[in-house]
């Protein structure tokens, strides 16, 4: 049997990249899973990939900076699938640009998406979890929440993450919830196969350059997240709350 039968995941993002890596071994170790993006074509490609492998699937077109269509999904989730026992803040954009160069729009998007957007999905879900008595809540932050040229806004959402990710731990840690956060270093995926487009070198480059300062001497793979959610999802992980956790091949400070 697999480490989720019976559990119920909610994926943000969760169409391509990390998000795609997170939905696929949810789904391999039996639970059931939700997927939301903006991205249709990506979202239903991937939703119709795990329905062929069997596994049971929801998927809707949804932007996790609406409110309202956020509690209108959860509700949804919890009608098809009778529960929401792990939510994964995974839903992402980046807008870079030096700080004189970065716009208000740069600005806010960033901080929508990834901060307004995960208050939305864990007020939300916990409400659901509390009823139970369990829950499992896992925060996408980032190595770059230590800064990163290019990143003021990317950096301090990610940051906002972890503040979010501590506070959720101490105020929902007594219903059976724990709130933990993982912070990738460099992944490959579309995200920063655009940071290479926007700083002028190729992909191939860029993972050249990043290898050479990570201790393992590889690049990170989404799979590398996927697995670090997973064992904060885990059941018996239930003491392990508030924590973040770095995967990006090295210590950071």
Not at 191 to 199: C, G, N, P
Not at 205 to 229: E, N
Request: proline share 2%; glycine share 10%; net charge neutral.
């Amino acid at each position: 049997m697999g480490r989720f039968a019976g559990r119920v995941a909610f994926i943000t993002g969760g169409s391509r990249g990390i998000g795609k890596a997170i939905a696929e071994l949810f789904a391999e170790e039996e639970a059931k899973v939700a997927i939301i993006d903006l991205n249709e074509e990506a979202l239903y490609a991937t939703a119709n990939e795990l329905k062929e492998k069997g596994y049971a699937v929801y998927a809707k077109v949804a932007d996790v900076t609406d409110a309202s269509q956020v509690e209108q999904v959860v509700k949804e989730i919890v009608d098809t699938f009778g529960a929401v026992d792990i939510l994964v803040n995974n839903a992402g954009v980046i807008r870079d640009n030096l700080l004189f160069k970065m716009t208000d729009a740069d600005w806010e998007t960033v901080m929508d998406v990834h901060l307004k957007g995960s208050f939305y999905c864990a007020r939300a879900v916990q409400k659901y979890m509390v009823e139970r008595k369990y829950g499992r809540i896992i925060n996408i932050s980032s190595t770059s929440a230590l800064g990163n040229r290019g990143q003021a806004n990317y950096a301090t959402a990610k940051a906002g993450l972890q503040g979010f990710t501590k506070t959720l731990a101490i105020e929902l840690g007594k219903y059976g919830i724990t709130t933990n956060a993982v912070a990738p270093g460099f992944i490959e995926t579309d995200m920063t196969k655009a940071t290479a487009e926007r700083i002028g070198i190729s992909f191939e480059q860029l993972i050249q350059a990043s290898v050479a300062q990570i201790p393992v001497g590889r690049t990170g793979k989404p799979s590398d997240v996927a697995h670090a959610v997973a064992f904060f999802a885990d059941e018996k992980s239930s003491f392990i709350n508030g924590q973040v956790l770095y995967v990006a091949g090295g210590p950071k400070n």
